[in-house]
């Protein structure tokens, strides 16, 4: 599988998944997932060499949209899931997505990547936007493998985005009192087939750094006081996945 790469992960995450509108004109972040499993008889093996093919293809099409597009592939260490892996893909707003994916999608070079994608596996999509709630990743340091924690949540009856916000915020005002050196992410659907309410995407610079920062908070009697906002106004199922990136702007900032 390709090289896990932690730091640059978390920059592009920071300067896609996350990033600001353009202009007011603009929407937020799109985030698009790909959950898949693998068709009989196939492995990691075909998922490496439809990753490799898909680059070599992107790296075909004469799309600056499409560079701009960032994607890596997740698989669970730690989760209750019945897919094999999961795509995310990320752009920085709407409009983006749309160029990129029509780039894309009208090439020979996309069109054969996606052929080579269906030989292999089978995926369900869904379209999310995206806000960033914390980062608190640097690019600085030494690139290793970053880890992911996704958290699927339903309201429960009665709840809005609005109970959600208040339930969630003493939990990012502790994070960023803190430094903590991990940045989270809440999709919301736009396009999507799930009973899944909210999303949460917490991204660590590896293991380690996941450990120490847990502890951190599960030894702190305020961090384990605002737990009760969240079981009032939702039901999460969370996972440990591993993060492998398979395209990413050039120069992310």
């Known amino acids: 599988m390709l090289k896990q790469i932690g730091k640059v992960l978390t920059t592009s995450l920071i300067a896609i998944i996350g990033c600001a509108a353009v202009h007011a004109a603009e929407t937020r972040g799109i985030v698009e997932s790909f959950s898949c499993n693998y068709l009989a008889g196939k492995d990691q093996r075909d998922l490496d060499k439809a990753v490799k093919f898909w680059q070599q293809s992107v790296d075909k099409i004469n799309s600056p949209t499409l560079n701009s597009y960032f994607a890596t592939v997740l698989q669970p260490i730690r989760s209750t899931t019945d897919f094999d892996f999961f795509w995310l893909g990320a752009n920085p707003n709407l409009n983006s997505w749309a160029k990129s994916s029509s780039d894309y ?147 992310p900032s």
């Open 105 to 251: 999608v009208n090439s020979k070079e996309g069109q054969a990547a996606d052929a080579r994608f269906a030989k292999m596996s089978k995926c369900t999509s869904n379209m999310y936007f995206s806000e960033p709630l914390h980062v608190g990743l640097t690019p600085s340091g030494d690139a290793d493998g970053a880890v992911m924690i996704a958290a699927g949540c339903t309201l429960k009856k009665g709840k809005t985005m609005r109970d959600v916000m208040a339930a969630e915020a003493p939990r990012i005002k502790q994070s960023k009192a803190a430094n903590t050196a991990s940045s989270i992410y809440r999709l919301t659907p736009y396009i999507a087939n799930t009973p899944i309410d909210v999303v949460y995407l917490i991204v660590y610079q590896d293991l380690e750094s996941l450990g120490k920062i847990g502890t951190m908070q599960l030894t702190s009697k305020d961090w384990m006081a605002t737990g009760g906002k969240f079981a009032e106004t939702m039901e999460c199922n969370s996972g440990l996945y591993s993060t492998n990136i398979v395209h990413m702007p050039p120069n």
